[in-house]
C-alpha cells in the first residue's frame, strides 16, 4: 500500500513537470480591470451571472462581497445549490471585491477595509503587522464612485437593490459605509465585524453618527459565531468579544428608532472566527432575498 501511493505521487509529480493542465475556469464570470482614480491601487471586479440573467430582460438584485479570493467561489456554489434556480434564494448577480494588485491578501484588506490609521505604539502592543492602516474613506468612494456606476451601465441590475457582505474587517468596512454613507447599499450584511479594531473606534463612531443624525434608511443584518466571546476553552477568544461588541452596535443603531432602519443580530452556534462565514452567508440569503419558494430541502 506505501509502495502504491509513493507511486501516484512520483506519476502526478512526472505528470506536474511535463504537462500542462488548462486552469479550471468557473462559467458564467467575468473579469474587469477596474483601478481606483483616487488611490490608485490596481483592482478588479468579479462578475457572476445566475443563469437565469441570459433568458429574463427583468433587473437583478446585485451582491458585492469583500475578500473575493474566499467568498466569490463560495457564495457563487451556495447560490448556484442551495439556491435551487430561484426557489429558495432569489437569483442575483454575484459581484467579487479583489484584493490589490501587488499587495497580499493581508496587506490589501488591512488598508482598504480599516478606517483610520494605526499608531506606532498600537503596532507594538497589537501585534498589528500590515503595511498600512485607514483607506477605508477611499475604498468606500472607489466602490460608490466607480464599481457601482460601472455595474450599472455593464449589467441589468435593480438599482434599489444593492447588498454588500463583509466578513471581520470587510464587516468593519461596511459598518463604515453604513455610518457615512448609508445610501451606497440597500442591505448590509456584516458578519463578526471587527468593531474592536482600534480601541474600539467603529463603536465611537455609531454614538456620534446617532446623536446628531436625524435619518438612517438601511437594512442590516448582523452575524457573529458562538465562540466569538471571551470564555474558556479552545475555541472562545481570548482577547476580544466580538459578540458583545456586534450586540452593542445593533443597541446604539437602534436608539434613535430610525424608521427607515430594520436592523437585526444573529449568533451563530458552534461556530468561530474561521468557521463561521459559509454558514453565515446561507442563512443570510435565504433571509434576505428568498426565492419564488415554496423553500425546498431537496
Do not use: C
Amino acid at each position: 500500500m506505501k509502495f502504491w501511493i509513493a507511486g501516484l505521487a512520483l506519476l502526478s509529480l512526472s505528470l506536474s513537470a511535463n504537462e500542462q493542465f488548462p486552469a479550471y475556469e468557473l462559467p458564467n464570470t467575468q473579469v474587469h480591470q477596474l483601478p481606483a482614480q483616487k488611490n490608485g491601487r490596481q483592482y478588479e471586479v468579479w462578475v457572476d451571472l445566475p443563469a437565469s440573467y441570459g433568458s429574463s430582460t427583468r433587473p437583478f438584485p446585485v451582491l458585492l462581497v469583500t475578500d473575493a479570493n474566499y467568498a466569490f467561489p463560495l457564495i457563487r456554489s451556495i447560490r448556484n445549490r442551495l439556491g435551487a434556480g430561484g426557489q429558495n434564494i432569489e437569483d442575483f448577480v454575484l459581484v467579487g471585491l479583489s484584493y490589490a494588485k501587488g499587495d497580499s491578501p493581508t496587506d490589501s484588506r488591512s488598508l482598504d477595509y480599516t478606517p483610520i490609521p494605526v499608531s506606532a505604539q498600537q503596532r507594538t502592543t497589537d501585534n498589528f503587522s500590515a503595511k498600512a492602516y485607514g483607506g477605508g474613506a477611499l475604498y468606500a468612494d472607489y466602490l460608490r464612485t466607480q464599481v457601482i456606476p460601472f455595474l450599472l451601465k455593464n449589467y441589468r441590475i435593480d438599482a434599489k437593490r444593492k447588498l454588500f457582505v463583509g466578513h471581520s474587517y470587510g464587516g468593519l468596512l461596511g459598518a463604515q459605509i453604513l455610518l457615512t454613507q448609508p445610501d451606497t447599499f440597500d442591505t448590509y450584511i456584516l458578519s463578526s465585524p471587527s468593531f474592536w479594531f482600534s480601541d474600539k473606534y467603529m463603536l465611537k463612531l455609531a454614538a456620534q453618527v446617532t446623536s446628531r443624525k436625524k435619518d438612517l434608511t438601511a437594512r442590516v443584518q448582523l452575524y457573529a459565531a458562538e465562540f466569538e466571546q471571551i470564555k474558556p476553552g479552545p475555541r472562545y477568544a481570548s482577547k476580544v468579544s466580538i459578540v458583545a461588541d456586534m450586540q452593542l452596535f445593533e443597541q446604539q443603531l437602534k436608539k434613535p428608532a430610525y424608521p427607515g432602519l430594520q436592523i437585526h443580530s444573529q449568533v451563530i452556534a458552534d461556530e468561530d472566527h474561521l468557521s463561521v462565514f459559509p454558514s453565515m452567508i446561507s442563512r443570510a440569503l435565504v433571509k434576505l432575498l428568498p426565492g419564488y419558494g415554496p423553500y425546498t430541502a431537496g
